[in-house]
T-cell receptor, first 113, second 114 residues
Framework: AQSVAQPEDQVNVAEGNPLTVKCTYSVSGNPYLFWYVQYPNRGLQFLLK????DNLVKGSYGFEAEFNKSQTSFHLKKPSALVSDSALYFC???????????WGAGTKLIIKP | SAVISQKPSRDICQRGTSLTIQCQVD?????MFWYRQQPGQSLTLIAT?????????ESGFVIDKFPISRPNLTFSTLTVSNMSPEDSSIYLC???????????FGSGTRLTVV
């Protein structure tokens, strides 16, 4: 069965430190992988995607993610966290045989000044 | 990417009534998706709406409770019928912009049923 796991409900990082939000997936074949961010009382905003090509993907707001096929992971990273990065982050995967997204449970990222 | 206008942004409704949520897209899209999200939690797909055909509902969601219209390639509505407090949630519409692009979301409708 297809699935996405975000093992951490919450990640706490001090401002200026690097951050990582973890995501692993299970899907048949090669997946499309996405990261979205949701700020309080807002809709979801697209951050970045992996479709094919370079395993390191750069996205919005200085975020990047690395696709690791052997570990079936797609962790979100940022070299230096900002307080304004505090939000709810979702990893999603789309099986290439259909159009639906499989969503992770979400990780609340808290950046402390 | 597509821009979605979703209305209303929030509403407080009496139990037993119905609410229709509208999503207008600024470009033609084949597939639209309707989700439900409890605050702070993940998204649950309600149905996929294709223009010219009936919506495809996920397990646990039925057309009588969540009728969907998709009259053209830029517009869709979701109705939450005969509401109960358990229907209180955030409802989101989404569109895909082609195989190589991400999915765009409306700003959401926060529904409270009292």
């Amino acid at each position: 069965a297809q699935s996405v796991a975000q093992p951490e409900d919450q990640v706490n990082v001090a401002e200026g430190n690097p951050l990582t939000v973890k995501c692993t997936y299970s899907v048949s074949g090669n997946p499309y992988l996405f990261w979205y961010v949701q700020y309080p009382n807002r809709g979801l905003q697209f951050l970045l995607k992996y479709i094919t090509g370079d395993n390191l993907v750069k996205g919005s707001y200085g975020f990047e993610a690395e696709f690791n096929k052997s570990q079936t992971s797609f962790h979100l990273k940022k070299p230096s966290a900002l307080v304004s990065d505090s939000a709810l982050y979702f990893c999603a995967v789309r099986d290439r045989s259909n159009y639906q997204l499989i969503w992770g449970a979400g990780t609340k990222l808290i950046i402390k000044p | 990417s597509a821009v979605i206008s979703q209305k209303p942004s929030r509403d407080i409704c009496q139990r037993g009534t119905s609410l229709t949520i509208q999503c207008q897209v600024d470009s033609q899209v084949t597939m639209m998706f309707w989700y439900r999200q409890q605050p702070g939690q993940s998204l649950t797909l309600i149905a996929t709406a294709n223009q010219g055909s009936e919506a495809t509902y996920e397990s646990g969601f039925v057309i009588d409770k969540f009728p969907i219209s998709r009259p053209n390639l830029t517009f869709s509505t979701l109705t939450v019928s005969n509401m109960s407090p358990e229907d209180s949630s955030i409802y989101l519409c989404s569109v895909g912009a082609g195989l190589n692009y991400g999915y765009t979301f409306g700003s959401g409708t926060r529904l409270t049923v009292v």
